[in-house]
């Protein structure tokens, strides 16, 4: 199984979108704004990055708990719940590196007839959310801030009380995922920018 890790431009041939649009309007040197770009991609490469150590972690220490548990076994099973461009990164990595058999792997998004990569490959792909919250152990939510509350309202009593909630739902408290989801199992990072970016994880 071979898997395309090579990163897209998503604003290619959206000029609207372009990131000198406008500069002239804030600075006469578009240039020095060049570092805000960088600490962008950064940040996307440290979500990434981290998300993937998490799931990876997660993974492992469930799945020992399930076959401890379990009479029978269990095929563990990570949902994702939206798939733009951090999702599909996130998911590549998670089989690039073999963290997750394909077929273990699902994915619930408006658009699952632009995965074709992923789902020759052998990841589910659909559009039910409820679907792949019944059927995965781990969920991660990795939507827009303004899809959450209906996201939740979708996913609401199709999910397990051992089900655990990763999310990367930027702009959205912890607290506030667990009043939408009706559950307290969610774990998401919190990054905190400074001189040093630090990312620290919360549970409820």
């Given at each position: 199984?071979?898997?395309?890790?090579?990163?897209?431009?998503?604003?290619?041939?959206?000029?609207?979108?372009?990131?000198?649009?406008?500069?002239?309007?804030?600075?006469?040197?578009?240039?020095?704004?060049?570092?805000?770009?960088?600490?962008?991609?950064?940040?996307?490469?440290?979500?990434?990055?981290?998300?993937?150590?998490?799931?990876?972690?997660?993974?492992?220490?469930?799945?020992?708990?399930?076959?401890?548990?379990?009479?029978?076994?269990?095929?563990?099973?990570?949902?994702?719940?939206?798939?733009?461009?951090?999702?599909?990164?996130?998911?590549?990595?998670?089989?690039?590196?073999?963290?997750?058999?394909p077929s273990h792997i699902y994915i619930s998004t408006r658009r699952p007839e632009l995965l074709k990569e992923l789902s020759k490959a052998g990841v589910v792909t659909c559009f039910n959310n409820s679907k792949v919250a019944s059927s995965c152990q781990l969920l991660c939510l990795c939507c827009l801030p303004s899809?959450?509350?209906?996201?939740?309202?979708?996913?609401?009593?199709?999910?397990?009380?051992?089900?655990?909630?990763?999310?990367?739902?930027?702009?959205?408290?912890?607290?506030?995922?667990?009043?939408?989801?009706?559950?307290?199992?969610?774990?998401?990072?919190?990054?905190?920018?400074?001189?040093?970016?630090?990312?620290?994880?919360?549970?409820?």
């Amino acid at each position: 199984m071979s898997v395309n890790l090579k990163s897209c431009d998503i604003v290619k041939n959206l000029p609207s979108l372009d990131f000198e649009l406008g500069l002239s309007d804030i600075t006469d040197d578009p240039k020095s704004l060049l570092p805000l770009r960088l600490k962008s991609y950064a940040h996307t490469l440290t979500i990434c990055s981290q998300s993937v150590f998490i799931i990876s972690l997660l993974t492992e220490a469930l799945e020992v708990a399930i076959k401890q548990s379990a009479a029978v076994s269990v095929n563990y099973k990570v949902g994702f719940i939206g798939c733009g461009r951090l999702g599909t990164l996130m998911i590549k990595c998670l089989l690039h590196f073999k963290v997750l058999e394909p077929s273990h792997i699902y994915i619930s998004t408006r658009r699952p007839e632009l995965l074709k990569e992923l789902s020759k490959a052998g990841v589910v792909t659909c559009f039910n959310n409820s679907k792949v919250a019944s059927s995965c152990q781990l969920l991660c939510l990795c939507c827009l801030p303004s899809q959450l509350s209906m996201v939740a309202e979708s996913l609401r009593g199709h999910l397990s009380p051992a089900t655990l909630v990763y999310s990367i739902v930027g702009g959205v408290t912890l607290q506030r995922h667990c009043q939408l989801l009706h559950t307290n199992s969610v774990l998401r990072p919190t990054f905190v920018s400074s001189s040093l970016d630090i990312m620290r994880f919360s549970m409820y």
